[in-house]
């Protein structure tokens, strides 16, 4: 019935309160967030259930705590207990949850009823400002937190301070350990008072700021420890913490006792002609009646409690599991020894003395015998390829092994059948065995207990099993489990290697014969692709890769992926596999790859020039392109032309389709908006070729087939889709694919329109390759040369899982090197460096105290609604939702009226940017305006207008030709402004006429706006462009701006060879919706 009116009370919790202040919008956002958490797997409870319990809240702490009294009935405990759960937000992040009652958060219902009711606290309007207080507190980031713990420092430095002291009082009552704290004051006469006894949660609530470290564990502990919860007898992790601790008293007197912590041993004592072994503690007789009956009410584990008044000290005895066997057989068969058992005793004390302590006197000892050392080191290989290693020294022939430096003294052996011992000097054994292990390869060894030590790289691992198999003089190796070898160099020469023709791909295979057995190609692959030396035969045996086998094969391996049984070789290995064969492996290989070679042999010997019928005259970095494209032709791959927009891809292009214009007709692949200006370059530089524009015209079809060579037909990517049976039918022998970014999406119909044509050489022109996410690559190289980067399962197994989620440096570096040889990037700050300068400007907008109040409504209404939503929506959906959610805010951060049609609030991004604009007039400079909301391009047109701009107008919807002449018309002078959405004109045209750009708000990928601005600074400008960006402030478009870092170093990571891949998950934008505003 309780948790029945608590679901009915969540109901209303749902939604943001009315009249919630919005400062306290964040943290109830954060706190719904949280309990939707918690409410997966624990119930809540009504508010008539949690009135019994206390809430409170710290501000200097910033913690909010929740206690309540449990009942526990055992058979021998009984009473009430604190549970105690609390919260905080260290620097004002993600909330952090602990209870008392030891359940896991996610099914902790006391955390449920934490959160409920500070929930409570946020919505009750008489506790307004107490509600403000923990929102302030709780969200204050980590470096203000500092300064006011510094300014508290401050005021108590000149304060009077009333100094405390804790005592902590031992009692021993039943049998059951208990430990209570007194609370000393200093009085005015400088002495202490008599003190006040307290629960420990009392102690930690009223005096927690200024308790020391270890009396705050201690209480912590005993407030946590309950018995009914606990299997152990007492606290002992409560008293563990006393030891040291300079106050304690017991139930004897207030006389201050010593807490020891020690460890049970035994000792051997001669009595009369028979050996007696009784427990001890640090050479002294324990008592066995004692020990015994403290091991019944102790269990395993637990440090036996002794008070020992007399002594002044209270023991905590540890007791191992063979202390507690050895006492086990005592009791059971006696502890006296006759004098025929003394030499298998002492035999059987001097194994056991590596694992307790045990003292035997020198009489029972025999006669001492040389020191002869012998350093052991002990392995074990784990499944992991992790190696453990531990140090010991054996002090002489048949004694126990020892830490180096630790344990007896005297070790006791038996030689020739009569008992005697070793003297251990401790401190140059110790300094023997560290040397002699020095000198081993334990650079990459991380050390854990003493003489313990872990290597985790299989390489370093292996290579110290290599050397251990010939270890220095005085080193002895064992292996814990089965031993382990490494031998055998495997080089180029001993591997055979097949490439066989399949369907449509190439299938390798191959082996290198060992002793003994064989490893297969695909296991010495894996091996190379993870950059390891050592390949693992058995399960007992390695062998070493060479140096130049393991670079060959990674090569090779970069460029090889696994099918369901077999592997499948690119055809862009080419030059990997020639390299594999010229270092000494055997290659046998099917024709068509034998072709593949030759040709490769063939290109490199091309030294292409530029064809005399280029009307043009190409600057050095293009000839290089076009020999480049000339050489991948003539081997028979597929390219990606990827210069900085502005660069002259399309003349480097030209120069190719002359080339091979007697080879066939050739297909342009466009954008709409580009595909007249290649009609007009192919007549300007290659009036020799015959462009032929594919149109909307119903017989545009047959053209087709009347193709000749020097034809260059230019057709649209929609036209692609429309016409793509009849355009796959015909055979080109040149494909060029404009602005190739439009391919960027594997799964559309014109990517799938685009792979299905027929063409003998293909040609990617894009200045962005890679804008979001790597797998743009795949569908971008899948269309210009199938097959190099394998199938999109492949693919993605291979790269883009690795890379996007595991962050993976080494599958980075393989993508780069197999993309090289077929993707060109050259930017403007290497090879056109006459070309003028860019400056970029972010210029902020501060929004007004109406347009500000507006969008903090929108931004905590937007959280709220998500929030309530979230907990239903799969991954996919919640990424939309969010995504709508921001573009309202994004348009809102333009101006209100996009937000609202109906709103008359000026918008402070409209006035700034015709500012900006007319000073920009009045200085004689033209401007490009973008912005990828045509409905904020119109607001902005008609403010043009009004304040007698010339201005022109390009989106989405203005028909190709149109396009062309009001390009023209801006070239020619004939308007101060163009205003181009973004999408629809950031690509393909020439505005050099501009030396000024103007982006009114960022799009998410900050190429396309880079694309656009290249509009004006691009080959054929000859003055400084200057770009501006607007963005609000306080807005989502901070947050965007933000991350354009992260973009650009994703495609730096791929293409230049930095370390950055990530896109953007449901939960990385809902981040970007729940920021705090700024204060």
């Given amino acids: 019935a309780d948790v029945r009116a608590a679901v009915v009370e969540e109901a209303s919790r749902a939604a943001l309160p009315v009249d919630l202040a919005p400062a306290l919008g964040p943290l109830w956002s954060r706190l719904v967030q949280l309990r939707a958490k918690l409410r997966a797997h624990a119930s809540p409870r009504s508010r008539a259930t949690r009135a019994s319990a206390t809430w409170a809240f710290d501000p200097h702490g910033a913690m909010i705590t929740w206690k309540e009294r449990e009942r526990v009935v055992r058979s021998r405990d009984y009473g009430t207990f604190s549970l105690v759960t609390r919260l905080t937000m260290p620097g004002g992040g993600t909330p952090q949850l602990e209870c008392s009652c030891e359940v896991r958060e996610a099914t902790c219902t006391h955390a449920v009823a934490l959160v409920d009711a500070t929930l409570d606290v946020l919505a009750d309007p008489a506790r307004a400002d107490l509600a403000r207080t923990v929102a302030d507190e709780l969200l204050r980031p980590a470096w203000a937190r500092a300064l006011a713990e510094l300014d508290r420092m401050e005021a108590r430095a000149v304060e009077p301070r009333t100094a405390i002291e804790v005592w902590w009082h031992v009692e021993h009552e039943l049998g059951t350990p208990a430990l209570t704290p007194t609370v000393k004051k200093q009085t005015k006469r400088g002495g202490m008072s008599a003190g006040q006894r307290m629960t420990p949660a009392r102690l930690l609530d009223e005096h927690g700021a200024s308790l020391a470290e270890q009396d705050r564990r201690i209480a912590e502990d005993l407030a946590a420890w309950i018995p009914a919860k606990n299997t152990g007898s007492y606290p002992a992790?409560?008293?563990?913490?006393?030891?040291?601790?300079?106050?304690?008293?017991?139930?004897?007197?207030?006389?201050?006792?010593?807490?020891?912590?020690?460890?049970?041993?035994?000792?051997?004592?001669?009595?009369?002609?028979?050996?007696?072994?009784?427990?001890?503690?640090?050479?002294?007789?324990?008592?066995?009646?004692?020990?015994?009956?403290?091991?019944?009410?102790?269990?395993?584990?637990?440090?036996?409690?002794?008070?020992?008044?007399?002594?002044?000290?209270?023991?905590l005895l540890e007791v191992s599991d063979d202390a507690r066997q050895l006492w086990r057989v005592l009791d059971r068969h006696g502890d006296a020894f006759p004098p025929e058992s003394h030499a298998a005793l002492l035999e059987r004390l001097a194994r056991m003395e590596g694992r307790l302590p045990v003292s035997v006197p020198h009489a029972l000892k025999g006669r001492e015998h040389v020191a002869d050392i012998a350093v052991v080191v002990r392995l074990r290989l784990l499944p992991d390829v992790?190696?453990?290693?531990?140090?010991?020294?054996?002090?002489?022939?048949?004694?126990?092994?020892?830490?180096?430096?630790?344990?007896?003294?005297?070790?006791?052996?038996?030689?020739?059948?009569?008992?005697?011992?070793?003297?251990?000097?401790?401190?140059?054994?110790?300094?023997?065995?560290?040397?002699?292990?020095?000198?081993?390869?334990?650079?990459?060894?991380?050390?854990?207990?003493?003489?313990?030590?872990?290597?985790?790289?299989?390489?370093?691992?292996?290579?110290?099993?290599?050397?251990?198999?010939?270890?220095?003089?005085?080193?002895?190796?064992?292996?814990?489990?089965?031993?382990?070898?490494?031998?055998?160099?495997?080089?180029?020469?001993?591997?055979?290697?097949?490439?066989?023709?399949?369907?449509?791909?190439?299938?390798?295979?191959?082996?290198?014969?060992?002793?003994?057995?064989?490893?297969?190609?695909?296991?010495?692959?894996?091996?190379?692709?993870?950059?390891?030396?050592?390949?693992?035969?058995?399960?007992?045996?390695?062998?070493?890769?060479?140096?130049?086998?393991?670079?060959?094969?990674?090569?090779?391996?970069?460029?090889?992926?696994?099918?369901?049984?077999?592997?499948?070789?690119?055809?862009?290995?080419?030059?990997?596999?020639?390299?594999?064969?010229?270092?000494?492996?055997?290659?046998?290989?099917?024709?068509?790859?034998?072709?593949?070679?030759?040709?490769?042999?063939?290109?490199?010997a091309l030294r292409p020039r530029p064809p005399s019928t280029l009307v043009a005259t190409l600057r050095d970095y293009q000839t290089e392109g076009h020999a480049w494209l000339t050489r991948l032709a003539a081997w028979g791959t597929g390219a990606c032309l990827a210069d900085d927009m502005g660069l002259g891809k399309t003349i480097q292009a030209i120069a190719v389709l002359l080339d091979r214009a007697k080879l066939g007709p050739a297909l342009v692949l466009a954008p709409t908006s580009v595909a007249i200006n290649w009609v007009r370059e192919l007549a300007r530089f290659a009036p020799s070729l015959n462009p032929i524009l594919y149109t909307e015209q119903a017989e545009r079809t047959t053209s087709l087939a009347t193709l000749k060579k020097k034809d260059v037909m230019i057709a649209s990517y929609g036209l692609l889709v429309r016409d793509a049976?009849?355009?796959?039918?015909?055979?080109?022998?040149?494909?060029?694919?404009?602005?190739?970014?439009?391919?960027?999406?594997?799964?559309?119909?014109?990517?799938?329109?685009?792979?299905?044509?027929?063409?003998?050489?293909?040609?990617?022109?894009?200045?962005?390759?890679?804008?979001?996410?790597?797998?743009?690559?795949?569908?971008?190289?899948?269309?210009?040369?199938?097959?190099?980067?394998?199938?999109?399962?492949?693919?993605?197994?291979?790269?883009?899982?690795?890379?996007?989620?595991?962050?993976?440096?080494?599958?980075?570096?393989?993508?780069?090197?197999?993309?090289?040889?077929?993707?060109?990037?050259?930017?403007?700050?290497?090879?056109?460096?006459?070309?003028?300068?860019?400056?970029?400007?972010?210029?902020p907008v501060a929004m007004s105290a109406e347009e500000l109040a507006l969008y903090d409504d929108a931004r905590l209404a937007a959280?709220?609604?998500?929030?309530?939503?979230?907990?239903?929506?799969?991954?996919?959906?919640?990424?939309?939702?969010?995504?709508?959610?921001?573009?309202?805010?994004?348009?809102?951060?333009?101006?209100?009226?996009?937000?609202?049609?109906?709103?008359?609030?000026?918008?402070?991004?409209?006035?700034?940017?015709?500012?900006?604009?007319?000073?920009?007039?009045s200085e004689g400079h033209r401007a490009l305006v973008f912005s990828q909301f045509t409905s904020h391009l119109a607001l902005v047109r008609s403010a043009l207008?009004?304040?007698?701009?010339?201005?022109?107008?390009?989106?989405?919807?203005?028909?190709?030709?149109?396009?062309?002449?009001?390009?023209?018309?801006?070239?020619?002078?004939?308007?101060?402004?163009?205003?181009?959405?973004?999408?629809?004109?950031?690509?393909?045209?020439?505005?050099?006429?501009?030396?000024?750009?103007?982006?009114?708000?960022?799009?998410?990928?900050?190429?396309?706006?880079?694309?656009?601005?290249?509009?004006?600074h691009r080959i054929g400008q000859t003055r400084p462009v200057t770009v501006y960006r607007l963005i609000t402030r306080g807005t989502i478009e901070e947050q965007i701006v933000a991350l354009h870092r992260d973009?650009?170093?994703?495609?730096?990571?791929?293409?230049?060879?930095?370390?950055?891949?990530?896109?953007?998950?449901?939960?990385?934008?809902?981040?970007?919706?729940?920021?705090?505003e700024p204060r």
């Fill in 725 to 843: 049976a009849e355009l796959a039918a015909t055979r080109f022998a040149t494909l060029v694919i404009d602005e190739a970014q439009a391919l960027k999406n594997p799964t559309t119909q014109r990517a799938r329109a685009a792979r299905n044509l027929d063409a003998a050489f293909r040609i990617a022109l894009t200045g962005t390759p890679l804008e979001n996410h790597i797998g743009e690559l795949w569908s971008l190289f899948a269309t210009v040369f199938p097959g190099m980067l394998g199938s999109w399962e492949q693919f993605r197994e291979r790269y883009a899982v690795p890379i996007e989620k595991g962050k993976d440096p080494d599958a980075r570096a393989a993508l780069s090197r197999v993309i090289r040889p077929f993707l060109l990037r050259r930017t403007k700050q290497e090879v056109a460096r006459e070309l003028p300068s860019r400056t970029e400007i972010e210029v």
């Fill in 237 to 315: 992790r409560a008293f563990l913490a006393l030891v040291g601790h300079p106050r304690v008293t017991s139930d004897h007197d207030d006389e201050p006792i010593e807490v020891v912590r020690a460890e049970l041993g035994f000792q051997a004592l001669a009595a009369d002609d028979q050996i007696r072994l009784e427990p001890a503690v640090a050479g002294a007789r324990f008592s066995p009646r004692l020990l015994g009956a403290l091991l019944q009410s102790h269990p395993p584990g637990e440090p036996l409690f002794v008070p020992e008044p007399e002594r002044g000290r209270c023991l």
């Fill in 945 to 1016: 207008a009004d304040a007698g701009f010339k201005a022109l107008y390009l989106d989405g919807a203005t028909p190709a030709r149109q396009r062309a002449k009001l390009v023209d018309s801006f070239q020619a002078g004939e308007a101060d402004v163009f205003l181009i959405s973004l999408k629809a004109g950031g690509t393909g045209i020439n505005l050099t006429a501009a030396d000024y750009v103007l982006h009114l708000d960022p799009w998410w990928n900050p190429a396309v706006e880079d694309q656009a601005t290249d509009r004006a």
């Fill in 863 to 921: 959280v709220a609604e998500l929030t309530a939503k979230g907990a239903g929506m799969r991954d996919q959906q919640r990424r939309f939702q969010v995504l709508a959610a921001l573009t309202r805010l994004r348009l809102l951060a333009s101006h209100p009226r996009l937000y609202d049609a109906t709103s008359t609030v000026p918008s402070s991004k409209l006035r700034r940017a015709v500012e900006l604009l007319e000073e920009l007039r």
């Fill in 386 to 604: 992790t190696l453990e290693l531990e140090l010991f020294v054996r002090p002489g022939p048949g004694a126990p092994l020892y830490r180096p430096g630790t344990g007896p003294r005297d070790v006791m052996i038996v030689r020739g059948g009569e008992r005697g011992y070793v003297r251990r000097d401790l401190g140059s054994e110790l300094a023997h065995a560290r040397g002699l292990f020095a000198r081993l390869p334990i650079e990459d060894a991380e050390e854990g207990p003493p003489q313990c030590f872990r290597i985790g790289e299989p390489d370093a691992a292996l290579q110290l099993v290599e050397a251990l198999q010939s270890p220095p003089d005085g080193l002895e190796v064992e292996w814990v489990d089965h031993p382990v070898s490494v031998g055998g160099l495997l080089t180029p020469d001993a591997l055979r290697v097949h490439v066989e023709k399949k369907r449509d791909w190439f299938g390798l295979t191959g082996e290198i014969k060992i002793e003994a057995g064989r490893l297969e190609l695909a296991v010495l692959l894996d091996a190379a692709r993870r950059q390891q030396r050592y390949v693992r035969v058995d399960e007992r045996r390695w062998v070493e890769l060479s140096d130049t086998l393991r670079q060959r094969l990674q090569a090779v391996a970069d460029q090889t992926f696994r099918a369901r049984d077999h592997l499948e070789l690119s055809p862009g290995a080419v030059p990997a596999m020639r390299a594999l064969a010229d270092a000494g492996a055997q290659v046998q290989a099917a024709e068509p790859w034998r072709e593949l070679t030759e040709r490769l042999a063939s290109s490199r």
């Fill in 1047 to 1076: 973009k650009r170093a994703l495609v730096a990571g791929i293409l230049e060879g930095t370390d950055v891949a990530a896109r953007l998950s449901a939960r990385d934008l809902m981040s970007l919706l729940q920021a705090p």
